[in-house]
């Protein structure tokens, strides 16, 4: 059996605030083949949003990784912000070195139909969704110089396997790192970085009531919803050395999840 290790490897994952949320299974996976972490967090977001945040669940998050037995920091960070990418790629290099591994986990969601949808509102999920993990993939290739072994993840939502009424915005803005995914992955593949975009499905990341689960579970075969562990898993093939030929892809891992 392949080990799928990455020892030595430094990564870094966006979006971390919550023990529930992907990002943070995502940190547990990659630790546990042995990278150092580096993750950022912005807790403003989930507060505003309908299942919060502990104000202290990234510093838990944290002190879970470092038990695992790597190094483990983290930091609060406006990914709207135009020199957010930067700041970022600077403090993982001062803190940990160069990183090998980029999973754009952040995200912007905020239900609009189009009647209510507005330019500000637009550009709140373009700022998180498109510009924030297309720039921070350009500033991880600029700085990565190791000839080899680069990852980038993108996180997306299925959004070209059907519609999301009520998500004008969030769709519109996911769906634009499809298209971005197969073009970046030819640009940085000399550089020896792959580049792929990972659609988990419907995620019970703490967000589902009783009644959204009951809707949901006829629609997965395996009589099951997905869990956060789905997704980390398939993030953590697609950082290791055996995913190495695998590059430019929207992989679907939904568990047979049936639309309609």
């Not at 330019?119 to 498109?130: G, P, T």
């Not at 996911?174 to 940085?188: L, N, P, R, S, Y």
Request: hydrophobic residues 40%; proline residues 5%.
């Amino acid at each position: 059996m392949v080990e799928l290790s990455l020892q030595g490897k430094i990564a870094v994952v966006t979006g971390v605030s919550r023990m529930k949320g992907i990002g943070a299974a995502i940190c547990e996976a990659l630790a546990e083949a042995g990278a150092d972490i580096f993750f950022t967090y912005w807790r403003a977001y989930d507060e505003s949003m309908p299942w919060g945040v502990e104000r202290n669940e990234p510093q838990l998050i944290k002190r879970k990784i470092e038990e695992l037995g790597v190094a483990c920091h983290c930091l609060e960070l406006d990914l709207s912000k135009e020199d957010a990418p930067k700041t970022l790629l600077q403090a993982v290099i001062d803190t940990l070195g160069e990183p090998d591994i980029l999973v754009n986990n952040a995200c912007y969601s905020y239900p609009t139909d189009y009647s209510s949808l507005t330019s500000e509102m637009l550009d709140h999920h373009y700022f998180i969704n498109v510009r924030a993990p297309i720039m921070l993939s350009v500033e991880f290739a600029k700085a990565f110089q190791k000839q080899r072994g680069g990852r980038i993840m993108m996180m997306t939502s299925g959004q070209s396997l059907g519609p999301m009424p009520g998500e004008v915005a969030y769709a519109a803005t996911k769906g634009a790192i499809d298209a971005f995914v197969k073009t970046f992955a030819v640009e940085v593949a000399p550089k020896g970085i792959t580049v792929n975009a990972v659609n988990p499905g419907p995620t019970d990341t703490g967000w589902m009531n009783e009644e959204i689960k009951q809707h949901l579970l006829p629609k997965f075969p395996f009589g099951r919803i997905g869990t956060p562990h789905d997704a980390a898993r398939l993030v953590r093939f697609l950082a290791s050395d055996e995913a190495e030929w695998i590059t430019g892809q929207v992989i679907h891992s939904e568990g047979g999840f049936v639309r309609g």
